[in-house]
Every structure is written in C-alpha cells, then in structure tokens.
C-alpha cells in the first residue's frame, strides 16, 4: 500500500515509573485494513492503544495523524480524529433498548415550540439501516439489549463506533467469551466494515481470534515490537511460537 | 403482527401495579359502603398529592440510580421556609419561591457531596434527613405557626378548593405529564436512564453523569419543598413533625409502580398508579372502619405481596 497511513507511530516509549512498558515501538495504520496487535498479558499492547486513544502521552517518540505530527492530549481530542474505541468491558447499557443505547450520548432532537423532544423515529430508522449496512439484522429497533446474545451485543457496539464515524475503530478483545459461531458473525462484520474503508485494530492475545480476518499483524513482546508480518507471509502456528518466544523473527 | 391489549398491557412494567390497583378498586368498590361516590374519589386524590408531587421528583432521581431520603424532611423545610417569611411579611410570591429554592439548594448540597466525594446518596440524605428535622426542631418549637387570619388570593390559586378537589391535584397530574415527557422523549431523559443503568459505560459515551446527577436532586428538592408549600396553603400552619416517614412512602410508591430500585428504567405513569394506590388503601379502610392502628400493618403487608407479585409477573416477560 503506497497510501499514506491514517496514523502512524515511531519509536514511541512509555514507563510506569522505573518499568519501560513501551521501547521504541513503531506502529502504523492504513485506510480499510485490519490489523491484528497480539502479543501476550504485559506485552505492551493497551499501553500503545491507550497512547493513540489519548488516555496518556507517550515519554518519548512522534505521532502523525495522516502525515501530519500531532499531540493526542485527550480522548476526546482523538475521537475528533475519528479514532473509536469499543472495549471490552465497555458494552452497552442493558436497561436501555437499542436505538437508545446506539444513539446515546449523541441523541438527535427535534424543537417543539421551546422544547426539544427526542426524534425516536429518525434514530430507529438510522439505527436499523446502520446495523443493516455492516450485515447486522435486528428485527426490532426497540429490542431490549437484554434480548441481545452476547454477540449481537458486541456487535451493536461495533457498529455504533462505526456509524459515529469511525475511521479505525480499536477493539479490545472483541471476540473473547463468544461462542465459535458467534465469534463468527462479529467478524462477518468486521470485514464489512473494512469494505467501507474504515480500518480495525484487534487486540488480542489469541492469534486465532484475528487470523482470519487480519490483513497484518504485529506481535509485541515485553514492550518491543519483535515481528510485524502480512498475513499470508506466516502461519498462526508461527506467530504462536514468536509469542511464546520459541521463534524470533526480525 | 397484531397485540391484542391484554398483551400489550402486560409488556408494560406498570401492569402488576395497574392490575393490583384494580382489585382493590373493585374490593372497596363492594364492600367499602360509599367508597364509589365522588367525594370518596375526590378525597382520595387530596390524600395523594403531596406525597405525589414528591414522588414526581423521586421517581428521575431512583431511575438515575440515586435515592433521596431526605424528602420528607425538605418537605417540612418548604412549609416552614413559607411560612416564616409570611409571618415576617415578606411578599407572599417571594416567600414561595425562597421556599422553593430552600429545597434546591439543599438538593445541590445532596448532589455534590454524593459525586464529589462518592459517598452513596442513601447515606448522604439520611443524614440530611436527620440534620434538617433537627434544624427545625431548634427553630420551630419556640411557637404556633399558624397563617389563621390570613388571606390572599395566591394561597387560594396554589392549593385551594375547587369543586371536591384540592388545587394541588391539577398540579400532580401537570408534574406527572411532564415527568413523563421528559424521561421518555428527551436527551435528559435517556441519559438520566443510562447514569442509572451503568454510570461507567455513561460517562464512556461522553455524558455528564456528575452534573446529570445534582441536577435531578436539585429537582428532587425543588419538588419536595413545593409540596410543602402546597401543603401549607391546605392546611395553614406547621408544625415540625410534618413529612416524618414520607420518604420510605416515597420510595414504596415508586417501586410499586415498577422503577426499579437500583436504577436504569423509571415510570411516572408507574409512580402514579402507586401514589393513587397507596392512599386509596387508606382512604378504602377508613371507609371500611378498620380501626387506624391497623392501617400500617395492612398497608406494609400489602406492599411485600405486590412487589413479590410484580417482580414474578416481570420476570415472566
């Protein structure tokens, strides 16, 4: 790909006091692909998805957000940048219905006299066609979440950080705790996503979570980048040994 | 595809409250002698109302997932405030809207110390609770605080007769409306639901859960002190046990209505129905003659049957 990246980090380093949990991580994204980031617990991965996110400042190293240097200060100044984050233990609020919950936060109203009353029919419709376009069926708008499976859930999420537009949505073991088939669906999903030219970053620890869908994957390890591959050039069973540290790779 | 209304009406998580109300509407109904005349319905609605104005308030804050327990307190501090500045003779108007503010600010004190400090409201408003009723146990046992003698039109508008109601009823019933407007079709509404439902995942999606929150106790105290005046303008006079125990009333009529308790979802319509329920059993067994000692026992015994009946007919949803 000779386009240029969405976001692109070099040698970003980051300690937690005497620990250097980043050491000169280099790290890019290009429009429309998804990346896989694993590696396994202590691997350094939240920590450089935190740093795009915004949560913190790297201690050293530059961003550049489509070519150009930037200073992510705050996770809403990252979000500006269409960088959505759907985390895991973030889901959606059970008490509330789906179109509720999908437009929350972001409600859309419409003024009656002095008043602004919430436009229910415009956001179930949005919601629907939403949820339809990444392959989502949700029969009712209206459904309780409750009513949801665990992936449905998941995906409802995925698709509200899309909509919201989204340009690479950063999920934070999306598949963990589903069922193979559903595991399935939400990946489904994701690769409708990607047709749309918004990019994903999986974070995993589990290469066979994102292996089918990665189009690249990078492995960090004790805070190093220690292989960066596009998928067909490697195995899962590669990429396993390179995490457990039976295989190096530069 | 087509609900018939018996479905319909069973979705709905006010339909164990609406469906206890009418069997004991039809019980009294036989067997209360003159419990279907007007009067009876009239004084019914009069019986409801303050505790109903509160309720109004009680209702956004438990759906947001916080409890007030000094309602019954401010309630008294409304009808003191009112009172006091009368009797100092400041203008009728301004005294009622100081009364008023009384309540709001002590909402504000309520909402910053439980989110600034993180203290749960149930904690933070019983002692609120305890602190204001001392306040005016020092203040307001010195003397009789009686408005007799004194006339004025604004009183009369507020909550005087008209026909077998009481003003304060029309004033119910418009709070009721707007309560339920306001949570079911408004941006403040959906938010106040999702601070209820998971306050975390509220604040993830860019909401204000801190400000949300004060914000519905100043309501709450806001309505709270204008029941009391309200009730003042009834009864003209005060005496400081006024509004002991209508918290836990409060809280009963609107979990019997079907808010739940620990926040997320709240129904006004729900609420009425409680408030309604709660003193047509009253007002049903004074009709009956069952002696007044047996009011709490009956009234407490029916509230654990109805909510052990609702949460069973809700989790057959």
């Known amino acids: ?250 | 595809m087509r609900m018939s209304v018996l479905t319909w009406l069973k979705s709905k998580p006010e339909f164990g409250t609406f469906a206890s109300f009418l069997c004991i509407f039809i019980f009294f109904g036989v067997f209360a002698p003159r419990f279907l005349t007007i009067e009876s319905i009239g004084s019914m609605l009069n019986m409801a109302v303050e505790l109903g104005i509160v309720v109004v308030g009680v209702t956004l804050l438990m759906t947001g997932g916080e409890f007030d327990l000094s309602v019954g307190s401010v309630f008294a501090l409304g009808n003191f405030v009112f009172i006091y500045l009368i009797l100092q003779n400041f203008p009728i108007f301004l005294g009622f809207i100081l009364a008023i503010a009384s309540g709001v600010i002590i909402g504000i004190i309520n909402g910053w110390i439980t989110t600034r400090f993180a203290v749960p409201s149930f904690i933070v408003t019983l002692g609120m609770l305890w602190a204001i009723r001392g306040f005016l146990l020092f203040l307001a046992t010195k003397q009789w605080w009686t408005l007799y003698g004194i006339q004025s039109t604004f009183l009369d508008v507020l909550n005087g007769k008209t026909f077998i109601f009481y003003n304060a009823v029309f004033w119910f019933l418009v709070l009721v409306v707007i309560g339920h407007i306001v949570l079911e079709n408004t941006r403040f509404g959906n938010q106040i639901r999702a601070c209820g439902g998971d306050k975390l995942n509220a604040r993830f999606m860019g909401i204000n859960v801190n400000k949300l929150k004060i914000f519905t106790f100043m309501l709450t105290g806001g309505l709270a002190a204008f029941a009391g005046t309200t009730n003042l303008s009834r009864f003209r006079y005060f005496h400081w046990y006024l509004g002991v125990g209508m918290e836990l009333e409060a809280v009963a009529a609107v979990v019997l209505g079907g808010t739940l308790l620990t926040g997320g979802y709240g129904t006004l319509i729900g609420s009425l129905i409680g408030v309604l329920l709660l003193s047509m059993l009253r007002n049903g067994m004074i009709l009956l003659g069952i002696p007044g000692y047996w009011y709490q026992a009956i009234i407490g015994a029916f509230f654990i049957i109805a909510m052990a009946l609702n949460i069973k007919l809700r989790a057959k949803r």
């Not at chain 1, 029919?121 to 979440?145: E, F, Q, V």
């Not at chain 1, 859930?153 to 559903?182: M, Q, Y």
Request: contains cysteine.
């Open chain 1, 1 to 250: 790909m000779s386009q240029v990246p969405i976001i692109e980090l070099k040698n970003i380093r980051k300690f937690y006091g005497k620990i250097e949990a980043l050491k000169g991580v280099d790290f890019l994204i290009y429009p429309g692909e998804i990346v896989g980031l694993v590696g396994d617990n202590g691997a350094g991965k939240s920590t450089l998805v935190k740093i795009m996110m915004g949560v913190f400042p790297p201690d050293a190293g530059e961003i550049f957000v489509e070519g150009k240097k930037v200073n992510l200060r705050s996770p809403s100044e990252s979000r500006k940048f269409g960088f959505e984050p759907v985390y895991q233990e973030t889901d959606l609020i059970s008490q509330l219905n789906i179109w509720r919950n999908f437009f929350l936060g972001k409600e859309i109203t419409k003024k009656f006299f002095i008043a602004k009353f919430l436009d229910k029919k415009k956001m179930r419709d949005i919601t629907s066609k939403a949820l339809d376009n990444i392959g989502i069926k949700i029969k009712n708008p209206d459904s309780d979440i409750m009513a949801l499976s665990g992936g449905e859930r998941r995906s409802v999420s995925i698709g509200r950080a899309w909509h919201f537009g989204g340009k690479i949505l950063i999920l934070d073991e999306p598949v963990t705790g589903l069922s193979v088939k559903e595991t399935e669906k939400v990946l489904e999903y994701l690769k409708k996503i990607k047709k749309t030219g918004c990019s994903v970053v999986i974070i995993t620890h589990n290469i066979y979570h994102v292996y089918d869908v990665a189009d690249r994957i990078a492995i960090l390890d004790r805070g190093t980048k220690v292989a960066e591959m596009r998928k067909e050039d490697c195995t899962p069973e590669e990429i396993m040994d390179i995490i457990r540290g039976k295989k190096k790779i530069v």
